[in-house]
């Protein structure tokens, strides 16, 4: 198994990552990136030689924009399946990046609801609804699914038998390995840092910025 990390733009100097896993026979994209970023991640898998058919699953770490915006494109294109878990099937469905999180300020809510909706076209329906514990064996990745909510409800965490977590929106590495920025559930995002702990978790690959040891976020911790 390699991992081939995909970084696009997303705003200012942040940038969001897709994962290519690349299989014995076939591929696994971990995250799309956002829909203006389709030819960046569409390039990508071409070099890689995912041609129709081999694209075994789209994983999506969470319903956000900038995480999903190519999802229903790449099911098109390349014949695919998409997995989410359930408790983000409106972000996707609805392109309705608050579904399931709390209610933010009402005069920004409307404001950002249509900065930051999922454009019609690009709006899907899982095929697969993940929930923590299942494994992706059926896809020829050993991973196993963890629920990590909190910077929304359905992030979800994937760890591999090596100890490779691809965590969603839960820690970044935008300056240092933390805990990301934009967080819906402060309870809950703290609860799911905690349970790291119970996992022998080796490298991190987040949302946005690059692979670091998990070793490096807990001693930013004081742990
Ligand atoms: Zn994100």
Redesign the pocket.
């Known amino acids: 198994m390699k991992i081939e990390t995909i970084t696009t733009p ?1 705003v200012l100097n942040i940038s ?1 990552n897709c994962y290519l896993i690349h299989l014995e026979d076939g591929f696994i994209l971990i995250d799309t990136a956002k829909a203006g970023q389709r030819q960046a991640v569409e390039a990508a898998l071409e070099r890689a030689g995912c041609t129709p058919g081999r694209l075994k699953l789209i994983v999506l770490t ?1 319903g ?1 924009f ?2 999903c915006g190519n999802a229903a494109y790449l099911r098109r294109k390349f014949g695919s399946q998409i997995a989410l878990h359930g408790d983000d099937i409106g972000m996707g469905r609805d392109g309705n990046m608050f579904y399931n999180r709390k209610q933010p300020n009402p005069i920004l809510k409307p404001i950002f609801g249509l900065i930051f909706a999922l454009p019609e076209a690009d709006r899907f329906t899982p095929d697969v609804l993940l929930k923590g514990g299942d494994d992706l064996a059926a896809y020829g990745f050993g991973a196993t699914v963890i629920e990590l909510p909190g ?1 929304c409800k359905g992030n979800v965490g994937l760890l591999t038998p090596e100890g490779d977590l691809f965590c ?2 839960l820690l970044g590495n935008t300056g240092k390995p933390a805990v ?1 920025s ?1 967080v819906d559930d402060k309870a809950a995002m703290a609860a799911s840092v905690e349970k790291l702990k119970g996992y022998p978790i080796t490298t991190v690959y987040p ?2 910025g690059a692979a670091f040891p998990i070793s490096a976020f807990w001693a930013g911790q004081g742990n």
Request: net charge negative; no cysteine.
């Open positions: 997303f969001v969470h956000d900038d995480h910077h969603g929106d990301w934009l949302g946005h």
